[in-house]
């Protein structure tokens, strides 16, 4: 069983603080100021560029890679990291297209995050090949999929409900009906049990910056089916994907596997702090992490429900049919999040009435939720949230 004690050792949370935001950004992992410290002052400082090769900073790409592919069920030598999600996203969605060619529809849902479906039109317009990007609501992606699909782009959690779609389900029907599935798991790694190689995913991305506790703006991750790890053209194409990069050759040579899907020179230092936050996960079993997830939040709504009659859950009720986080619906949920949030209570909001919170155990207890709860039946019963100061909204809300 994992000691989730000695987890929550491994995180600086700041004293008083009760920290249920986790799904939109991880807390600092402790190991990660002396890990970027060495890196700046032995590495950098005392090797500088010598230490590409002495530190082997060109390969913490590839060994981040082999750790996060543990989390997410992939085999090794399929997943590559560097770059954003968004890039992640271009060249997952632009690589199944051209397995494709003969498609025309990428289908995806009204609850899929928006940059995701950003990237999807733009690419499609500039493709100029009459190509559709077909939305229809979550709960009938499964009755979309036809032969018209060329790919599937879906985000498995619902960043604003957490509600699940069943990548495994929703993949065999894609593969039914010819159609290759792009799968993002910004708010399912680290969170929810994820098994690529079981599911059959064609590709899948996702970020490091939530559950995995990678820091903001943490590099993202890409997976690429062995199948297609050879043959996959990701159309956006840099020199770390070169097979030959230092060659400096004026034509692309795609790498070998899945480091074809590199762009650019990897971020060092933030590899850095991923590294370190991946420690965390050392001897962490998923099981016990989804296990421990779900009986926090099933603890903490009947806690919310039975304090705070005027709040409407937003979520699944069926807690396997959602990840791990929960929502509620008010028509003040701005305000009551900024009160929630000066009674050192850390959630978010979401447009346009959702209060969400995440539930990691890693470094939550039960006591921690309980507590949540009873300060935001404060904020509730005392209409704290009934405050001027907190309906101004900041830049990020």
Same mark, same amino acid.
């Given at each position: 069983m994992t000691d989730f004690a000695a987890t929550r050792a491994l995180f600086y949370l700041p004293p008083g603080m009760i920290y249920l935001d986790g799904n939109s950004l991880g807390p600092l992992p402790v190991a990660a100021d002396s890990r970027v410290r060495e890196v700046l002052t032995r590495e950098w400082g005392g090797e500088l560029i010598k230490a590409w090769n002495t530190a082997d900073w060109i390969g913490l790409p590839?060994? *981040? #890679?082999?750790?996060? @592919?543990? &989390? *997410? #069920?992939?085999? !090794?030598?399929? *997943?590559?990291? #560097? %770059? $954003? &999600?968004?890039?992640?996203?271009?060249? @997952? =969605?632009?690589? @199944? &297209?051209? =397995?494709?060619? %003969?498609?025309?529809?990428? =289908?995806? %849902? $009204?609850g899929n995050f928006p940059s995701d479906l950003y990237i !999807? %039109? #733009? &690419? =499609?317009?500039a493709l100029r090949r009459g190509l559709e990007l077909r939305l229809v609501a979550p709960e009938n992606v499964a009755d979309a999929i036809d032969d018209s699909v060329a790919v599937t782009l879906i985000t498995e959690v619902d960043y604003r409900t957490g509600r699940r779609h069943d990548m495994a389900a929703l993949t065999a029907k894609a593969h039914a009906a010819g159609a290759v599935t792009v799968w993002d798991l910004a708010h399912s790694a680290g969170a929810v049990l994820v098994d690529l190689t079981a599911a059959d995913a064609d590709f899948a991305v996702g970020c490091t910056y939530k559950y995995l506790n990678g820091g903001p703006g943490a590099p993202a991750f890409i997976y690429v089916a062995p199948r297609f790890a050879d043959s996959a053209q990701p159309i956006l194409a840099g020199w770390m994907g070169h097979a030959a990069p230092f060659a400096f050759d004026l034509d692309y040579r795609p790498r070998a596997g899945v480091e074809r899907m590199r762009v650019g020179t990897p971020p060092v230092l933030a590899l850095a702090v991923l590294d370190a936050a991946l420690d965390v996960w050392d001897g962490v079993d998923m099981a016990d992490v989804r296990a421990a997830s779900i009986a926090l939040s099933e603890r903490f709504i009947v806690e919310v429900e039975a304090r705070c009659p005027d709040l409407a859950l937003a979520s699944p009720r069926d807690p396997h049919a959602r990840g791990s986080q929960v929502s509620f619906r008010h028509p003040h949920s701005y305000a009551i999040m900024q009160a929630l949030i000066a009674s050192h209570v850390i959630g978010d909001f979401r447009a346009p009435d959702l209060i969400r919170f995440g539930f990691t155990p890693l470094y939550l207890s039960e006591d921690d939720v309980v507590a949540a709860a009873r300060v935001l039946e404060r904020v509730m019963r005392e209409r704290l949230w009934d405050d001027p100061a907190y309906a101004t909204r900041s830049a990020v809300t």
């Open positions: 590839a060994r *981040v #890679g082999m750790r996060i @592919a543990r &989390l *997410v #069920g992939a085999p !090794a030598g399929s *997943v590559a990291t #560097g %770059d $954003t &999600l968004s890039i992640k996203v271009f060249q @997952a =969605l632009s690589a @199944a &297209l051209t =397995l494709r060619p %003969d498609r025309r529809v990428v =289908l995806s %849902d $009204t !999807a %039109d #733009g &690419l =499609l317009k």
